[in-house]
């Protein structure tokens, strides 16, 4: 059963827009911190953004404040990210995940600290 589903990659260009979008089972999200990560060819997987459960904490790479949002609707459990201002530089394929642990009281940016991954969405920026 698929428990992480992103959706909303495409090809535009560069200073275009895209808005992700995570559907995720509630078992998947409720209580949970959610983060974007992105990994481009060649490249390790790399941390984008990341929401607390019910205080709604985000953090964000550098590479991308002031560009991306990531947001949540925990009624829907669904986890978005809308970027702006797109770059050929982020090209990459984005994956939404989980962060089990309740402690944390700001988003990990760590990916060996989430737990459940989605299968990804393209993203590919041409200039």
């Known amino acids: 059963q698929v428990q992480l589903v992103e959706s909303g990659g495409g090809l535009v260009q560069a200073g275009s827009s895209l808005r992700l979008s995570c559907a995720a089972s509630?078992?998947?999200?409720?209580?949970?911190?959610m983060g974007w990560f992105r990994q481009a060819p060649g490249k390790d997987r790399e941390f984008v953004a990341g929401?607390?459960?019910?205080?709604?904490?985000?953090s964000y790479a550098d590479s991308v404040k002031g560009r991306f949002t990531i947001s949540r609707d925990n009624a829907k459990n669904t986890v978005y990210l809308q970027m702006n201002n797109l770059k050929p530089e982020d090209t990459a394929v984005y994956y939404c995940?989980?962060?089990?642990?309740?402690?944390?009281?700001?988003?990990?940016?760590?990916?060996?600290?989430?737990?459940?991954w989605g299968q990804g969405t393209h993203v590919t920026v041409s200039s």
């Open positions: 929401i607390t459960w019910s205080t709604r904490i985000t």
């Open positions: 509630a078992r998947m999200f409720s209580s949970h911190a």
């Open positions: 995940a989980t962060d089990v642990a309740g402690w944390r009281t700001t988003p990990s940016d760590s990916k060996a600290e989430y737990d459940y």
